[in-house]
């Protein structure tokens, strides 16, 4: 199965840990970036690098792309240069980033046409945990497609899973975020309530993530936002993003609104303008 030929699109900060893992893992590994600055880290590694999308895709039989919105995924999948018009017939192509259930529709109909299997096999996780090969990889796509490249998404997750048929990725990613995000709401409010108690606030933050109230948004809150207020804009913006795609796939299935929708509105509310007064 290591004889598989990997690309690999979108070397930011989950992408890398992800192409690392990959390389890690003895996957013969081919990367492409716009930039310098992300492939500098994989120069002196075992690891081809190209200059041209367009040979990245010739050569490889599985092609992980992680870019960050529907624009980004359309710009590296069509086009002259792009995946679908340069990917040998039966390559695969997974698709990690966060993007609309129509536009994965869509993909994997274009890829159809010329036998290329268009899959999505979304993440959930931070760096570290991609690092660490602990990502849960939720994948939509066929049962053949899955198994042929299961291996590979095992080299950074630890929690793989066929989720159901194309577009089942997105939409177990977009319900995993917005569930992510409404408790990152109730872990910020419960600070402010601390504050309000009186309680000293750096014995809140060492205590409550040992016990009850510890979740994975509680960790980021305390981990990532608060000691790093610049990747504040950052995740208002995939907040607002990710949010955003839930509520237009819910509303197309006639789902109406629920405290998720109100806590994850919340949240964006919060990271976006209250932040400091947390600290």
Do not use: W
């Not at 003895?26 to 310098?36: K, Q, V």
């Not at 240069?81 to 993909?107: F, R």
């Not at 000293?200 to 409550?208: C, F, G, I, R, T």
């Amino acid at each position: 199965m290591k004889s598989l030929k990997v690309g690999f699109v979108g070397l930011g900060n989950m992408g890398s840990a992800i192409a690392q893992r990959i390389i890690n893992g003895g996957f013969p590994t081919i990367l492409y970036a716009h930039d310098e600055k992300s492939i500098a880290p994989f120069r002196n590694q075992a690891v081809q690098i190209v200059n041209r999308l367009a040979e990245l895709s010739a050569s490889s039989d599985v092609i992980g792309v992680c870019v960050f919105d529907d624009k980004d995924v359309n710009e590296v999948m069509l086009g002259e240069n792009g995946i679908l018009e340069n990917m040998k017939p039966e390559g695969i192509v997974a698709i990690h980033s966060t993007i609309s259930v129509d536009t994965m529709l869509k993909l994997e109909a274009q890829g159809r046409k010329k036998s290329i299997y268009v899959i999505d096999a979304t993440l959930s996780g931070r760096r570290q945990g991609a690092l660490e090969g602990k990502l849960a990889v939720m994948v939509g796509g066929g049962p053949k497609e899955y198994e042929r490249v299961k291996p590979l998404f095992e080299t950074f997750g630890n929690s793989v899973a066929l989720m159901g048929p194309v577009g089942s990725g997105q939409k177990a990613k977009a319900l995993s975020n917005v569930m992510n995000f409404a408790n990152l709401s109730i872990a910020a409010e419960g600070l402010k309530i601390g504050l309000e108690l009186g309680l000293n606030v750096e014995a809140l933050k060492s205590v409550l993530p040992g016990g009850g109230a510890g979740s994975f948004a509680l960790d980021s809150l305390l981990t990532s936002l608060l000691p790093n207020p610049s990747f504040a804009p950052h995740a208002a913006k995939m907040i607002e993003k990710d949010t955003g795609l839930y509520q237009a796939m819910c509303a197309k299935l006639g789902l109406g609104k629920t405290m998720i929708d109100t806590n994850a509105e919340r949240a964006f509310e919060i990271v976006s303008k209250e932040l400091r007064t947390l600290v």
